[in-house]
Protein backbone atom coordinates (compact mmCIF):
# COMPACT_ATOMS: atom_id res chain seq x y z
CA UNK A 1 0.00 0.00 0.00
CA UNK A 2 2.71 2.37 0.82
CA UNK A 3 3.68 2.65 -3.08
CA UNK A 4 0.41 3.13 -3.85
CA UNK A 5 1.30 6.66 -1.93
CA UNK A 6 4.55 7.05 -2.81
CA UNK A 7 3.88 6.73 -6.35
CA UNK A 8 1.23 9.17 -6.48
CA UNK A 9 1.63 13.33 -6.58
CA UNK A 10 -0.84 14.13 -4.27
CA UNK A 11 -1.70 17.80 -4.35
CA UNK A 12 -1.70 20.06 -1.54
CA UNK A 13 -4.93 22.17 -2.00
CA UNK A 14 -8.12 21.86 -1.40
CA UNK A 15 -10.17 18.96 -2.66
CA UNK A 16 -11.94 15.46 -2.69
CA UNK A 17 -10.06 11.90 -2.82
CA UNK A 18 -12.15 8.91 -3.83
CA UNK A 19 -10.81 5.82 -2.86
CA UNK A 20 -11.42 2.87 -5.28
CA UNK A 21 -11.48 -1.10 -4.90
CA UNK A 22 -10.64 -2.07 -8.94
CA UNK A 23 -13.46 0.07 -10.66
CA UNK A 24 -15.86 0.62 -7.75
CA UNK A 25 -15.67 3.44 -4.86
CA UNK A 26 -15.53 2.50 -1.07
CA UNK A 27 -14.93 6.24 0.62
CA UNK A 28 -15.13 9.50 -0.87
CA UNK A 29 -13.76 12.15 1.62
CA UNK A 30 -13.08 16.53 1.67
CA UNK A 31 -9.53 17.97 2.75
CA UNK A 32 -8.07 21.50 3.26
CA UNK A 33 -5.30 20.10 2.15
CA UNK A 34 -5.85 16.55 -0.26
CA UNK A 35 -2.15 15.52 0.86
CA UNK A 36 -2.26 15.58 4.64
CA UNK A 37 -5.07 14.13 4.75
CA UNK A 38 -4.76 11.22 2.53
CA UNK A 39 -1.20 10.57 3.49
CA UNK A 40 -2.39 10.42 6.84
CA UNK A 41 -4.67 6.98 5.97
CA UNK A 42 -1.26 5.45 5.55
CA UNK A 43 1.50 6.35 7.89
CA UNK A 44 -0.16 5.04 11.19
CA UNK A 45 -1.49 1.58 12.13
CA UNK A 46 -5.65 1.90 12.85
CA UNK A 47 -6.92 0.09 15.46
CA UNK A 48 -10.42 0.53 14.29
CA UNK A 49 -11.50 -2.42 12.11
CA UNK A 50 -13.37 -0.29 9.62
CA UNK A 51 -10.86 1.98 9.07
CA UNK A 52 -8.63 -0.76 8.79
CA UNK A 53 -10.68 -2.94 6.50
CA UNK A 54 -10.90 0.53 4.52
CA UNK A 55 -7.38 0.62 4.25
CA UNK A 56 -6.63 -2.46 3.05
CA UNK A 57 -9.33 -2.41 0.56
CA UNK A 58 -7.78 0.52 -1.56
CA UNK A 59 -6.38 -0.38 -4.72
CA UNK A 60 -6.71 2.84 -6.54
CA UNK A 61 -6.98 6.68 -5.62
CA UNK A 62 -8.49 9.29 -7.65
CA UNK A 63 -8.26 13.12 -6.98
CA UNK A 64 -10.53 16.08 -7.63
CA UNK A 65 -8.89 19.75 -6.86
CA UNK A 66 -11.30 22.30 -5.81
CA UNK A 67 -10.98 26.30 -5.53
CA UNK A 68 -11.98 26.20 -1.57
CA UNK A 69 -12.54 23.56 1.04
CA UNK A 70 -16.24 24.69 0.78
CA UNK A 71 -16.55 23.84 -2.95
CA UNK A 72 -14.94 20.43 -1.70
CA UNK A 73 -17.46 19.77 0.75
CA UNK A 74 -20.11 20.49 -1.78
CA UNK A 75 -18.49 18.51 -4.44
CA UNK A 76 -18.04 15.59 -1.73
CA UNK A 77 -21.86 15.46 -0.51
CA UNK A 78 -22.67 15.14 -4.54
CA UNK A 79 -20.81 12.60 -5.03
CA UNK A 80 -21.32 10.49 -1.67
CA UNK A 81 -25.39 10.75 -2.94
CA UNK A 82 -24.35 9.42 -6.65
CA UNK A 83 -21.98 6.71 -5.65
CA UNK A 84 -23.46 5.80 -1.81
CA UNK A 85 -20.11 4.75 -1.04
CA UNK A 86 -19.58 1.81 1.27
CA UNK A 87 -17.75 3.41 4.50
CA UNK A 88 -19.30 7.00 3.97
CA UNK A 89 -21.92 8.07 6.65
CA UNK A 90 -25.24 7.11 5.31
CA UNK A 91 -28.32 8.14 7.99
CA UNK A 92 -30.65 5.76 8.66
CA UNK A 93 -33.93 6.72 10.12
CA UNK A 94 -35.69 4.73 12.37
CA UNK A 95 -38.32 6.84 11.78
CA UNK A 96 -39.95 8.28 8.86
CA UNK A 97 -42.39 10.81 10.29
CA UNK A 98 -44.76 11.81 7.28
CA UNK A 99 -45.72 15.21 6.70
CA UNK A 100 -49.39 17.09 5.10
CA UNK A 101 -49.61 17.96 1.61
CA UNK A 102 -52.10 20.76 0.51
CA UNK A 103 -51.28 21.37 -3.42
CA UNK A 104 -50.94 24.38 -5.42
CA UNK A 105 -53.81 24.01 -8.47
CA UNK A 106 -56.88 25.39 -8.68
CA UNK A 107 -58.98 22.97 -6.21
CA UNK A 108 -55.55 21.80 -4.17
CA UNK A 109 -56.10 18.20 -2.65
CA UNK A 110 -54.83 17.03 0.95
CA UNK A 111 -52.37 13.93 0.74
CA UNK A 112 -49.27 12.28 3.19
CA UNK A 113 -45.64 12.66 2.11
CA UNK A 114 -44.09 9.75 3.40
CA UNK A 115 -40.33 10.20 1.60
CA UNK A 116 -38.89 13.89 2.27
CA UNK A 117 -37.30 13.16 -1.38
CA UNK A 118 -40.70 13.93 -2.47
CA UNK A 119 -41.11 17.22 -0.65
CA UNK A 120 -41.26 20.15 -3.49
CA UNK A 121 -42.38 23.53 -1.70
CA UNK A 122 -43.12 24.75 -5.70
CA UNK A 123 -45.66 22.25 -5.63
CA UNK A 124 -47.84 22.63 -2.73
CA UNK A 125 -47.69 23.64 0.66
CA UNK A 126 -46.30 21.84 3.28
CA UNK A 127 -46.95 20.85 7.30
CA UNK A 128 -45.34 18.38 9.58
CA UNK A 129 -43.68 15.50 10.37
CA UNK A 130 -46.23 14.29 12.64
CA UNK A 131 -44.83 12.07 14.78
CA UNK A 132 -48.22 10.07 15.97
CA UNK A 133 -51.45 10.08 13.98
CA UNK A 134 -50.82 11.59 10.42
CA UNK A 135 -53.32 9.52 9.12
CA UNK A 136 -55.96 10.60 11.83
CA UNK A 137 -54.98 14.06 11.42
CA UNK A 138 -56.26 13.63 7.27
CA UNK A 139 -58.65 11.99 7.70
CA UNK A 140 -60.28 14.77 10.20
CA UNK A 141 -59.25 17.80 8.16
CA UNK A 142 -60.93 16.00 5.26
CA UNK A 143 -63.96 15.32 7.57
CA UNK A 144 -64.01 18.95 9.02
CA UNK A 145 -62.74 21.06 5.85
CA UNK A 146 -64.34 18.86 3.02
CA UNK A 147 -61.23 18.75 0.98
CA UNK A 148 -60.69 16.50 -1.82
CA UNK A 149 -57.97 13.99 -1.69
CA UNK A 150 -58.44 11.74 -4.72
CA UNK A 151 -56.21 12.20 -8.04
CA UNK A 152 -58.77 13.09 -10.27
CA UNK A 153 -58.43 15.95 -12.80
CA UNK A 154 -59.59 19.04 -12.00
CA UNK A 155 -59.77 20.39 -15.25
CA UNK A 156 -62.39 17.89 -16.53
CA UNK A 157 -65.87 18.16 -15.51
CA UNK A 158 -66.89 14.58 -14.42
CA UNK A 159 -70.62 13.17 -14.74
CA UNK A 160 -71.36 12.69 -11.39
CA UNK A 161 -69.08 12.85 -8.10
CA UNK A 162 -67.99 9.85 -6.18
CA UNK A 163 -69.22 8.45 -2.48
CA UNK A 164 -67.33 11.14 -0.77
CA UNK A 165 -69.68 13.56 -1.63
CA UNK A 166 -72.64 11.58 -0.81
CA UNK A 167 -70.87 10.90 2.55
CA UNK A 168 -70.35 14.56 3.03
CA UNK A 169 -66.63 14.70 3.05
CA UNK A 170 -66.11 16.59 -0.34
CA UNK A 171 -67.27 18.99 -1.88
CA UNK A 172 -66.95 17.80 -5.19
CA UNK A 173 -65.30 20.48 -7.38
CA UNK A 174 -64.09 17.34 -9.70
CA UNK A 175 -68.64 17.92 -11.01
CA UNK A 176 -69.83 21.17 -8.95
CA UNK A 177 -67.52 24.08 -10.58
CA UNK A 178 -69.54 26.63 -9.19
CA UNK A 179 -68.23 25.68 -5.56
CA UNK A 180 -64.80 27.76 -6.21
CA UNK A 181 -65.51 29.83 -3.63
CA UNK A 182 -66.41 27.79 -1.08
CA UNK A 183 -63.37 25.57 -1.23
CA UNK A 184 -61.33 27.97 -1.42
CA UNK A 185 -62.19 29.41 1.48
CA UNK A 186 -62.34 25.92 3.31
CA UNK A 187 -58.61 25.34 2.17
CA UNK A 188 -57.66 28.55 3.92
CA UNK A 189 -59.08 27.72 7.20
CA UNK A 190 -57.56 23.98 6.75
CA UNK A 191 -54.44 25.69 6.32
CA UNK A 192 -54.65 28.33 9.28
CA UNK A 193 -55.52 25.39 11.28
CA UNK A 194 -52.51 23.23 9.87
CA UNK A 195 -49.82 26.19 10.67
CA UNK A 196 -51.09 25.78 14.80
CA UNK A 197 -54.33 27.80 14.84
CA UNK A 198 -56.11 25.18 16.24
CA UNK A 199 -57.49 26.61 19.52
CA UNK A 200 -59.04 29.68 17.40
CA UNK A 201 -60.95 26.98 15.18
CA UNK A 202 -62.36 25.04 18.06
CA UNK A 203 -63.44 28.32 19.34
CA UNK A 204 -65.30 28.68 16.51
CA UNK A 205 -66.40 25.50 16.34
CA UNK A 206 -68.34 25.88 19.90
CA UNK A 207 -70.22 28.85 18.75
CA UNK A 208 -71.96 26.99 16.07
CA UNK A 209 -72.51 24.08 18.63
CA UNK A 210 -73.85 26.50 20.72
CA UNK A 211 -76.36 28.15 18.23
CA UNK A 212 -77.57 24.42 16.69
CA UNK A 213 -78.44 23.17 20.41
CA UNK A 214 -80.36 26.22 20.74
CA UNK A 215 -82.38 25.55 17.49
CA UNK A 216 -82.84 21.90 18.54
CA UNK A 217 -80.39 20.73 15.80
CA UNK A 218 -78.65 18.16 18.43
CA UNK A 219 -77.42 15.65 15.57
CA UNK A 220 -75.61 18.67 13.59
CA UNK A 221 -74.48 19.78 17.45
CA UNK A 222 -72.99 16.15 18.02
CA UNK A 223 -70.99 16.02 14.94
CA UNK A 224 -69.56 19.42 16.06
CA UNK A 225 -68.83 18.55 19.24
CA UNK A 226 -67.11 15.32 17.83
CA UNK A 227 -64.88 17.75 15.33
CA UNK A 228 -64.03 19.69 18.29
CA UNK A 229 -62.84 16.41 20.35
CA UNK A 230 -60.71 15.27 17.17
CA UNK A 231 -58.60 18.40 16.77
CA UNK A 232 -58.38 18.77 20.28
CA UNK A 233 -56.67 15.35 20.54
CA UNK A 234 -54.90 16.52 17.23
CA UNK A 235 -53.14 19.31 18.91
CA UNK A 236 -51.90 17.20 21.66
CA UNK A 237 -49.56 15.91 19.10
CA UNK A 238 -48.26 19.37 18.54
CA UNK A 239 -45.99 18.82 22.08
CA UNK A 240 -45.15 22.17 23.63
CA UNK A 241 -46.23 25.74 22.20
CA UNK A 242 -43.14 28.42 22.42
CA UNK A 243 -43.26 31.36 20.61
CA UNK A 244 -45.53 31.82 17.26
CA UNK A 245 -42.33 32.89 14.96
CA UNK A 246 -40.19 30.12 15.85
CA UNK A 247 -38.42 27.99 13.17
CA UNK A 248 -35.77 26.10 14.07
CA UNK A 249 -34.57 22.34 14.31
CA UNK A 250 -31.92 21.66 17.25
CA UNK A 251 -28.93 19.39 16.50
CA UNK A 252 -27.48 16.99 18.70
CA UNK A 253 -25.25 13.74 18.52
CA UNK A 254 -23.32 11.63 20.52
CA UNK A 255 -20.77 8.82 19.70
CA UNK A 256 -20.84 5.56 21.84
CA UNK A 257 -18.63 2.77 20.56
CA UNK A 258 -18.85 2.70 17.17
CA UNK A 259 -22.29 4.04 16.67
CA UNK A 260 -23.25 7.88 16.13
CA UNK A 261 -26.65 8.65 17.46
CA UNK A 262 -28.28 12.15 16.18
CA UNK A 263 -31.60 13.87 17.30
CA UNK A 264 -33.12 16.67 15.69
CA UNK A 265 -35.64 18.27 17.72
CA UNK A 266 -38.16 19.91 15.23
CA UNK A 267 -39.67 23.82 15.75
CA UNK A 268 -42.16 24.55 13.56
CA UNK A 269 -44.80 27.87 13.74
CA UNK A 270 -43.74 27.71 17.31
CA UNK A 271 -44.69 24.68 18.30
CA UNK A 272 -41.90 21.56 18.62
CA UNK A 273 -44.06 18.79 16.46
CA UNK A 274 -41.48 15.87 16.88
CA UNK A 275 -38.15 14.58 17.45
CA UNK A 276 -36.50 12.65 14.36
CA UNK A 277 -33.62 10.21 15.98
CA UNK A 278 -30.83 8.17 13.80
CA UNK A 279 -28.10 5.74 14.56
CA UNK A 280 -25.44 5.03 11.74
CA UNK A 281 -21.85 3.43 12.08
CA UNK A 282 -19.35 5.56 11.90
CA UNK A 283 -16.70 4.02 9.50
CA UNK A 284 -14.36 7.05 8.96
CA UNK A 285 -13.92 9.55 11.91
CA UNK A 286 -13.24 12.58 10.18
CA UNK A 287 -15.51 15.55 10.88
CA UNK A 288 -18.53 14.12 12.30
CA UNK A 289 -20.25 16.98 12.40
CA UNK A 290 -19.92 18.75 8.93
CA UNK A 291 -20.74 15.06 7.58
CA UNK A 292 -23.28 14.31 9.46
CA UNK A 293 -24.87 17.98 9.06
CA UNK A 294 -24.41 17.79 5.04
CA UNK A 295 -26.17 14.15 4.47
CA UNK A 296 -29.03 15.61 7.03
CA UNK A 297 -30.27 18.67 5.79
CA UNK A 298 -29.46 16.77 2.21
CA UNK A 299 -32.46 15.51 2.42
CA UNK A 300 -34.19 17.76 4.72
CA UNK A 301 -35.83 21.01 4.90
CA UNK A 302 -33.66 23.49 6.35
CA UNK A 303 -35.38 25.59 9.11
CA UNK A 304 -35.10 29.54 9.75
CA UNK A 305 -32.49 28.70 12.33
CA UNK A 306 -30.90 25.55 13.39
CA UNK A 307 -29.36 25.26 17.17
CA UNK A 308 -25.93 23.13 17.69
CA UNK A 309 -23.67 22.57 20.78
CA UNK A 310 -21.01 25.16 21.51
CA UNK A 311 -18.24 23.15 21.66
CA UNK A 312 -18.70 23.00 17.38
CA UNK A 313 -18.92 26.66 17.56
CA UNK A 314 -15.58 26.15 15.02
CA UNK A 315 -17.46 25.02 12.52
CA UNK A 316 -20.18 27.70 12.05
CA UNK A 317 -18.41 29.32 9.22
CA UNK A 318 -18.12 25.83 7.12
CA UNK A 319 -21.54 25.27 7.90
CA UNK A 320 -23.38 28.37 7.05
CA UNK A 321 -21.52 29.03 3.91
CA UNK A 322 -22.43 25.79 3.10
CA UNK A 323 -25.66 26.32 3.45
CA UNK A 324 -25.81 29.01 1.49
CA UNK A 325 -24.45 28.00 -1.44
CA UNK A 326 -26.49 24.96 -1.41
CA UNK A 327 -29.93 26.46 -0.77
CA UNK A 328 -29.37 29.97 -1.51
CA UNK A 329 -31.28 30.93 1.70
CA UNK A 330 -29.36 32.39 4.72
CA UNK A 331 -29.81 30.36 7.92
CA UNK A 332 -28.64 31.26 11.57
CA UNK A 333 -26.70 28.94 13.30
CA UNK A 334 -26.48 29.47 17.26
CA UNK A 335 -24.55 27.69 19.62
CA UNK A 336 -25.79 28.57 23.15
CA UNK A 337 -23.54 28.43 26.66
CA UNK A 338 -25.22 30.40 28.41
CA UNK A 339 -29.29 29.87 30.05
CA UNK A 340 -31.40 30.87 27.74
CA UNK A 341 -34.46 29.48 25.80
CA UNK A 342 -32.41 27.95 22.76
CA UNK A 343 -29.91 26.37 25.75
CA UNK A 344 -33.15 25.03 27.28
CA UNK A 345 -34.23 23.74 24.13
CA UNK A 346 -30.57 22.04 23.62
CA UNK A 347 -30.87 20.36 26.82
CA UNK A 348 -34.03 19.12 26.19
CA UNK A 349 -32.81 17.07 22.61
CA UNK A 350 -29.87 15.90 24.89
CA UNK A 351 -32.35 14.45 27.06
CA UNK A 352 -34.09 13.02 23.88
CA UNK A 353 -30.96 11.88 22.31
CA UNK A 354 -29.92 9.93 26.03
CA UNK A 355 -33.66 8.48 26.03
CA UNK A 356 -32.78 6.93 22.29
CA UNK A 357 -29.42 5.41 23.38
CA UNK A 358 -31.03 3.73 25.93
CA UNK A 359 -33.71 2.23 23.73
CA UNK A 360 -31.35 1.19 21.46
CA UNK A 361 -29.80 -0.60 23.73
CA UNK A 362 -32.06 -2.00 25.59
CA UNK A 363 -33.60 -3.13 22.67
CA UNK A 364 -30.18 -4.45 21.51
CA UNK A 365 -29.86 -6.26 24.59
CA UNK A 366 -33.34 -7.75 23.74
CA UNK A 367 -32.59 -8.80 20.10
CA UNK A 368 -28.39 -9.98 21.37
CA UNK A 369 -30.93 -12.10 24.40
CA UNK A 370 -33.27 -13.72 21.51
CA UNK A 371 -30.45 -15.00 18.73
CA UNK A 372 -28.80 -16.47 22.37
CA UNK A 373 -31.98 -18.63 22.80
CA UNK A 374 -32.48 -19.38 19.18
CA UNK A 375 -28.83 -20.48 18.97
CA UNK A 376 -28.99 -22.75 22.33
CA UNK A 377 -32.04 -24.15 21.75
CA UNK A 378 -31.98 -25.19 18.45
CA UNK A 379 -27.93 -25.93 18.90
CA UNK A 380 -27.54 -23.77 15.40
CA UNK A 381 -23.44 -23.97 14.17
CA UNK A 382 -22.85 -20.25 14.41
CA UNK A 383 -24.74 -17.37 16.70
CA UNK A 384 -27.45 -15.93 14.00
CA UNK A 385 -25.91 -12.85 13.45
CA UNK A 386 -27.39 -12.63 9.79
CA UNK A 387 -30.54 -14.07 8.95
CA UNK A 388 -31.43 -15.33 5.19
CA UNK A 389 -34.83 -15.45 4.56
CA UNK A 390 -36.67 -16.95 1.41
CA UNK A 391 -40.63 -16.81 0.57
CA UNK A 392 -42.10 -17.42 -2.76
CA UNK A 393 -44.84 -15.44 -4.39
CA UNK A 394 -47.39 -16.49 -6.81
CA UNK A 395 -51.15 -17.25 -8.29
CA UNK A 396 -51.57 -20.30 -10.02
CA UNK A 397 -47.59 -20.18 -11.14
CA UNK A 398 -48.08 -16.67 -13.34
CA UNK A 399 -45.30 -13.77 -12.38
CA UNK A 400 -43.56 -16.35 -9.86
CA UNK A 401 -41.46 -14.62 -8.28
CA UNK A 402 -38.83 -15.64 -4.77
CA UNK A 403 -38.03 -12.62 -2.37
CA UNK A 404 -34.82 -12.69 0.18
CA UNK A 405 -35.14 -10.52 3.53
CA UNK A 406 -32.39 -10.33 5.50
CA UNK A 407 -31.53 -9.56 9.63
CA UNK A 408 -27.92 -8.52 10.75
CA UNK A 409 -28.15 -8.53 14.36
CA UNK A 410 -31.98 -9.20 14.96
CA UNK A 411 -32.59 -6.04 13.21
CA UNK A 412 -34.37 -6.20 9.47
CA UNK A 413 -31.27 -5.05 6.78
CA UNK A 414 -33.33 -3.90 3.57
CA UNK A 415 -30.03 -3.16 1.92
CA UNK A 416 -29.75 -6.82 1.67
CA UNK A 417 -32.81 -7.79 0.32
CA UNK A 418 -33.01 -9.88 -2.85
CA UNK A 419 -35.89 -10.56 -5.44
CA UNK A 420 -35.79 -13.05 -8.16
CA UNK A 421 -37.79 -13.88 -11.41
CA UNK A 422 -38.86 -17.20 -11.85
CA UNK A 423 -37.26 -18.19 -14.75
CA UNK A 424 -37.73 -22.19 -15.06
CA UNK A 425 -41.21 -22.63 -13.64
CA UNK A 426 -44.97 -21.32 -14.88
CA UNK A 427 -47.23 -23.66 -13.26
CA UNK A 428 -47.73 -23.83 -9.01
CA UNK A 429 -44.77 -25.67 -7.96
CA UNK A 430 -43.32 -23.97 -4.60
CA UNK A 431 -40.98 -26.50 -3.93
CA UNK A 432 -39.37 -26.35 -7.34
CA UNK A 433 -39.38 -22.67 -7.55
CA UNK A 434 -37.98 -22.32 -4.00
CA UNK A 435 -35.21 -24.47 -5.16
CA UNK A 436 -34.31 -22.66 -7.88
CA UNK A 437 -34.14 -19.31 -5.89
CA UNK A 438 -32.08 -20.56 -3.23
CA UNK A 439 -29.58 -22.63 -5.87
CA UNK A 440 -29.49 -19.08 -7.41
CA UNK A 441 -28.51 -17.51 -4.15
CA UNK A 442 -25.54 -19.67 -3.28
CA UNK A 443 -24.20 -21.46 -5.86
CA UNK A 444 -21.51 -18.72 -6.56
CA UNK A 445 -21.61 -16.73 -3.08
CA UNK A 446 -18.38 -16.49 -1.60
CA UNK A 447 -18.48 -18.69 1.35
CA UNK A 448 -17.06 -15.84 3.55
CA UNK A 449 -20.12 -14.12 2.84
CA UNK A 450 -22.92 -17.08 3.76
CA UNK A 451 -25.08 -16.23 6.33
CA UNK A 452 -25.50 -16.99 10.14
CA UNK A 453 -28.63 -19.16 8.98
CA UNK A 454 -30.99 -19.82 6.51
CA UNK A 455 -35.05 -19.32 7.43
CA UNK A 456 -37.60 -20.43 4.99
CA UNK A 457 -41.28 -19.31 5.03
CA UNK A 458 -42.78 -23.10 4.84
CA UNK A 459 -43.19 -26.05 6.49
CA UNK A 460 -41.16 -30.00 6.60
CA UNK A 461 -41.56 -29.93 2.51
CA UNK A 462 -39.96 -26.25 1.70
CA UNK A 463 -37.05 -26.79 4.50
CA UNK A 464 -36.33 -30.33 2.23
CA UNK A 465 -35.83 -29.21 -1.02
CA UNK A 466 -33.56 -26.64 0.08
CA UNK A 467 -31.66 -28.92 2.19
CA UNK A 468 -31.32 -30.48 -1.06
CA UNK A 469 -30.09 -27.59 -2.72
CA UNK A 470 -27.45 -27.64 -0.32
CA UNK A 471 -26.38 -30.59 -0.54
CA UNK A 472 -26.01 -30.90 -4.24
CA UNK A 473 -23.67 -27.69 -3.94
CA UNK A 474 -21.74 -29.28 -1.12
CA UNK A 475 -22.22 -26.28 1.38
CA UNK A 476 -24.47 -27.97 3.96
CA UNK A 477 -21.85 -27.76 6.13
CA UNK A 478 -21.42 -23.62 6.15
CA UNK A 479 -25.10 -22.90 7.63
CA UNK A 480 -28.04 -24.30 9.38
CA UNK A 481 -31.46 -24.36 8.02
CA UNK A 482 -34.78 -23.69 9.72
CA UNK A 483 -37.94 -23.60 8.69
CA UNK A 484 -41.31 -21.51 10.30
CA UNK A 485 -44.76 -22.76 9.75
CA UNK A 486 -47.33 -20.01 9.97
CA UNK A 487 -50.45 -21.97 11.13
CA UNK A 488 -48.91 -23.27 14.42
CA UNK A 489 -45.28 -20.94 14.01
CA UNK A 490 -43.89 -24.28 14.68
CA UNK A 491 -39.78 -23.53 13.86
CA UNK A 492 -38.46 -26.85 11.81
CA UNK A 493 -34.44 -27.58 11.74
CA UNK A 494 -33.09 -29.30 8.43
CA UNK A 495 -32.24 -33.14 9.53
CA UNK A 496 -34.68 -33.39 12.71
CA UNK A 497 -38.46 -34.41 12.54
CA UNK A 498 -39.50 -32.77 15.75
CA UNK A 499 -40.19 -29.06 15.51
CA UNK A 500 -39.33 -26.53 17.75
CA UNK A 501 -42.21 -24.32 19.96
CA UNK A 502 -40.88 -20.80 21.17
CA UNK A 503 -43.12 -18.95 23.29
CA UNK A 504 -45.11 -16.31 21.11
CA UNK A 505 -43.57 -13.69 23.68
CA UNK A 506 -39.76 -14.82 22.87
CA UNK A 507 -37.47 -12.19 21.35
CA UNK A 508 -36.47 -15.38 19.31
CA UNK A 509 -40.03 -16.09 17.70
CA UNK A 510 -40.55 -12.42 16.91
CA UNK A 511 -37.06 -12.13 15.11
CA UNK A 512 -38.28 -14.84 12.69
CA UNK A 513 -41.67 -13.63 12.75
CA UNK A 514 -40.37 -10.35 11.31
CA UNK A 515 -37.99 -11.54 8.83
CA UNK A 516 -40.67 -13.88 7.29
CA UNK A 517 -43.46 -11.24 6.94
CA UNK A 518 -41.16 -8.85 5.63
CA UNK A 519 -39.95 -11.64 2.92
CA UNK A 520 -43.52 -12.04 2.40
CA UNK A 521 -44.14 -8.24 2.32
CA UNK A 522 -41.43 -7.84 -0.12
CA UNK A 523 -42.12 -10.78 -2.15
CA UNK A 524 -45.78 -9.83 -2.82
CA UNK A 525 -44.76 -6.46 -3.90
CA UNK A 526 -42.95 -7.45 -6.48
CA UNK A 527 -45.08 -10.16 -7.51
CA UNK A 528 -47.53 -7.66 -8.11
CA UNK A 529 -45.82 -5.19 -9.77
CA UNK A 530 -44.97 -7.43 -12.78
CA UNK A 531 -48.70 -9.14 -12.53
CA UNK A 532 -49.36 -5.21 -13.76
CA UNK A 533 -46.76 -4.93 -16.27
CA UNK A 534 -47.99 -8.23 -17.54
CA UNK A 535 -51.36 -6.75 -18.09
CA UNK A 536 -51.30 -3.50 -19.34
CA UNK A 537 -48.57 -5.21 -21.75
CA UNK A 538 -50.87 -7.40 -23.01
CA UNK A 539 -53.71 -4.61 -23.33
CA UNK A 540 -51.26 -2.62 -25.63
CA UNK A 541 -50.24 -5.37 -27.43
CA UNK A 542 -53.80 -5.58 -28.82
CA UNK A 543 -52.79 -2.01 -30.10
CA UNK A 544 -50.89 -2.06 -33.85
CA UNK A 545 -48.49 0.31 -33.95
CA UNK A 546 -47.38 0.05 -30.16
CA UNK A 547 -43.57 -1.76 -29.81
CA UNK A 548 -41.63 -2.45 -26.91
CA UNK A 549 -40.08 1.19 -26.84
CA UNK A 550 -43.50 3.26 -27.25
CA UNK A 551 -45.22 0.51 -24.48
CA UNK A 552 -42.23 1.04 -22.56
CA UNK A 553 -42.55 4.52 -22.74
CA UNK A 554 -46.27 4.94 -21.78
CA UNK A 555 -45.90 2.84 -18.55
CA UNK A 556 -43.61 5.14 -17.51
CA UNK A 557 -45.21 8.31 -17.94
CA UNK A 558 -49.08 7.21 -16.68
CA UNK A 559 -48.59 3.80 -14.64
CA UNK A 560 -52.17 2.04 -15.48
CA UNK A 561 -54.21 1.85 -18.59
CA UNK A 562 -56.76 3.92 -15.88
CA UNK A 563 -54.74 6.77 -15.92
CA UNK A 564 -53.76 6.18 -20.07
CA UNK A 565 -57.96 6.25 -20.67
CA UNK A 566 -58.48 9.38 -18.51
CA UNK A 567 -55.25 11.49 -19.65
CA UNK A 568 -56.41 13.96 -22.46
CA UNK A 569 -55.46 13.40 -26.17
CA UNK A 570 -52.95 15.58 -25.79
CA UNK A 571 -50.52 13.99 -23.01
CA UNK A 572 -50.64 10.89 -24.98
CA UNK A 573 -49.93 12.41 -28.41
CA UNK A 574 -46.40 13.55 -26.63
CA UNK A 575 -46.06 9.69 -27.23
CA UNK A 576 -48.18 8.38 -30.30
CA UNK A 577 -50.11 9.34 -33.00
CA UNK A 578 -53.39 10.52 -32.55
CA UNK A 579 -55.09 7.22 -33.86
CA UNK A 580 -53.18 5.06 -30.95
CA UNK A 581 -54.33 7.67 -28.61
CA UNK A 582 -57.62 7.30 -29.43
CA UNK A 583 -57.69 3.82 -29.81
CA UNK A 584 -55.79 3.94 -26.25
CA UNK A 585 -58.66 5.95 -24.76
CA UNK A 586 -61.38 2.94 -26.32
CA UNK A 587 -59.42 -0.26 -24.31
Not at 49 to 54: D, G, N, P
Request: charged letters at 35%; one cysteine or more; a positive charge.
Amino acid sequence: MGSLIEDRDIPEQPGVYLMKNNETIIYIGKAKNLKKRVTSYFNKTHTDKKTFELVNNIKDLEFIVCNSELDALILENNLIKKYTPKYNILLKDQKTYPYIKISNELYPKISIVRRTKNIDIKNGNYFGPYPNGSGFLLKTIIKIFKIRDCKKDMKKIHAKPCLKYHMNLCLAPCTYKDVQNEYTKNIEKAITFLKGNGEYLVAELQKDMKKLSESMEFERAISYREQIIAIENVLKTQITEVLKDIDEDIFVYKKENKLLFLTVLKVREGKIIGINNYNLQISIENEILVETFVRYYSNERTPKNIILDNEHIEKKDILTDWISSVFEKKVKLYFPKFKSRRKELLDMAYLNLEEEIKRYNLQKTNLEAGMKLLYDTMELQQFPRKIECFDISNISGKDAVGAMSVAVEGRLSKKHYRKYKIKTKDTPDDYHMMREVVSRRYSKLPEVEFPDLILIDGGMGQLNAVEGVLLDLGKIHLVDIISIAKREEEVFKAGESIPYIFDKMDESLKILQRLRDEAHRFGITFHRALRKKRVISSELDLIKGIGPVKRKELLKKFKSIKRMKEADLDSLMEIVSINIAKQIKQI
